[in-house]
């Protein structure tokens, strides 16, 4: 099947793809993820395994663009240098409540803005917001432009799914190429999949045909575990590139090429956990809750003897003092447990 895009002639502004177009090929990109790849621990990820790309959790814009709302949300937007290119990520269903936020967001002199339309979750969905904008191209469209003209020179890209309840990559993929994001990031599965199934890797040749020639970059995203996989899938599939989320977590060394996950030793695991959870202290004291960073320190915590153990002494942990005294005394009882 040979698909038309038309372009968008009421665009006001041709596509820039800013520092898309500095990074070498395939590309690899960290996902977003909310309540894990915040400011703490894209900081740990930038200094023990850099990825090309890194992005903010998702943040909404109306809640940037209330008064009331945004002193809440900034802690969610605070980002180091070592994290560049990093790009922001934000949610709504609002055209001029994305064109005001990127607007901040370009003074906030990010690199980027993603537009997540994939979100699957009930509240985010009955707003009529990520996942729920595959059922409203026209007014996804709408949020494109208005982000791009918000912008400046700051380039737009999406993060979405392939389909609502069923894939309809075609139709979907049409719609956003006519708004021209500089990237299109394709999780996927459907929103009703949610993370149920496989992902449909299959489909990924279907979106690059279609964006091919458009200039617009298809990236690919879905139980992707190592960088070589992803290195592999890009060059098989002919996209872009690929992101990676889960395989992150407990494991900021994902992105290391020169230092494999299984060469890092339990006592290394141990100080960058603390390292991270007093980055978390540092940035998030008062603002989120501990509960959050027990959650990391367990993932750093596995394959080693006595490590279930330890999980559950963990969920007594409420700040970084309380980490240091029980990881001090963890390296005592296992200190020679590699
Ligand atoms: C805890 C969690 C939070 C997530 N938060 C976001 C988010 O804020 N924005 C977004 O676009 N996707 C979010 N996702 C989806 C991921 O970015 C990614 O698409 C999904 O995990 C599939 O990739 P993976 O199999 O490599 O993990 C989240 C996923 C998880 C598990």
Redesign the pocket.
């Known amino acids: 099947m040979k698909a038309t895009i038309k372009a968008d002639k009421k665009d006001p502004k041709e596509s820039t793809r800013g520092f898309w177009d500095s990074l070498s090929r395939p590309i690899i990109t960290l996902?977003?993820?909310?309540?894990?790849t915040d400011a703490a621990f894209r900081r740990i990820i930038a200094k023990y395994g850099k990825p090309p790309v890194m992005?903010t959790?998702?943040v909404s814009c109306d809640g940037l663009c209330s008064e009331k709302g945004r002193p809440n949300l900034l802690h969610d937007l605070i980002y180091h240098e070592t994290e560049r290119p990093i790009v922001a990520?934000i949610f709504g269903d609002k055209p001029e409540n994305f064109r005001e936020t990127a607007e901040l967001l370009a003074e906030m002199k990010f690199d980027g803005i993603d537009i997540?339309m994939?979100?699957p979750t009930k509240t985010v969905v009955r707003q009529g917001s990520g996942a729920a904008l595959i059922k409203t191209p026209e007014l996804a469209k709408k949020i494109i432009r208005a982000t791009k003209e918000g912008a400046g020179d700051l380039p737009v890209s999406v993060?979405t799914r392939i389909g609502f309840s069923k894939i309809e990559i075609d139709e979907w993929m049409e719609a956003l190429l006519e708004a021209k994001p500089a990237a299109i990031t394709l999780?996927l599965r459907t929103r009703k999949e949610m993370?149920k199934v496989e992902?449909h890797w299959e489909i990924i040749h279907r979106a690059a045909e279609l964006a091919k020639g458009t200039g617009i970059l298809v990236l690919g995203?879905?139980?992707?575990?190592t960088l070589e996989r992803a290195e592999d899938l890009a060059l098989e599939t002919g996209i872009d590139g690929v992101?990676?989320?889960?395989?992150i977590f407990g494991n900021p060394w994902l992105f290391n090429r020169s230092r494999k996950t299984e060469d890092v030793s339990f006592e290394e695991r141990l100080e960058v956990a603390l390292e991270h959870a007093r980055d978390y202290e540092e940035l998030f004291s008062g603002k989120k809750s501990f509960l959050l960073m027990r959650k990391h320190l367990k993932a750093y915590v596995s394959g080693f003897e006595g490590a279930k153990d330890f999980r559950i002494r963990l969920e007594d942990v409420n700040n970084f003092s309380d980490t240091k005294s029980l990881v001090n005394q963890l390296r005592e009882s296992y200190i020679s447990v590699k």
């Open positions: 996902a977003p993820m909310a309540d894990v992005f959790e998702f990520q997540n994939g979100c993060k999780h993370s992902a995203n879905g139980d992707v575990d992101m990676l989320g889960r395989a």
